[in-house]
């Protein structure tokens, strides 16, 4: 995968999904009196957003991070493929947290919040697996291919 395509795809995907955790917990705490939530429901939407948030921060932190560990040798660039995937291995069974909040008798807007969460989230996960697959399991040769031009498109100026 490009470079610049990746990294900007997380940052823009980490930052949508704060917000929409953001909102999303915002909305289960503030309108509580309107949309008759339960506490315990309320409880797990906080477990789940804040869990969310974190995730997304991390990954926000990491996009950030990239070009300079993309300018390192590639043992570097291999770590963070390691780490990230790592990273998103504990992340995946939050999706199906997300998704059991479907199941749960929400007033609309929530339930409209969870699925647009939950789509970000998806699109978080499949560009993160997609680049954890070429930094880690793509052949050596190809892998230092791409990674030289992507090197030399972006960071060697003339």
Do not use: C
């Not at 939050?94 to 008798?105: A, E, G, M, N």
């Amino acid at each position: 995968m490009d470079y610049k395509y990746f990294r900007d795809g997380l940052i823009s995907l980490s930052t949508v999904q704060f917000i929409f955790s953001f909102t999303f917990l915002l909305g289960s705490i503030l309108l509580k009196p309107y949309i008759a939530l339960e506490p315990n429901e309320r409880d797990f939407i906080i477990l789940v957003t804040i869990i969310n948030m974190i995730f997304s921060v991390y990954y926000l932190l990491e996009a950030l991070k990239f070009e300079k560990v993309f300018k390192l040798e590639e043992k570097h660039i291999h770590t963070f493929g390691k780490r990230i995937g790592i990273i998103s291995l504990f992340y995946l069974p939050h999706v199906f947290l997300l998704s059991s909040l479907l199941f749960l008798d929400l007033h609309n807007l929530l339930v409209l919040i969870n699925w647009l969460s939950l789509i970000i989230e998806i699109l978080l996960l499949g560009i993160l697996f997609k680049e954890i697959y070429d930094l880690l399991f793509k052949e050596e040769i190809e892998r230092k291919f791409e990674i030289d031009q992507n090197r030399k498109i972006y960071f060697e100026r003339k």
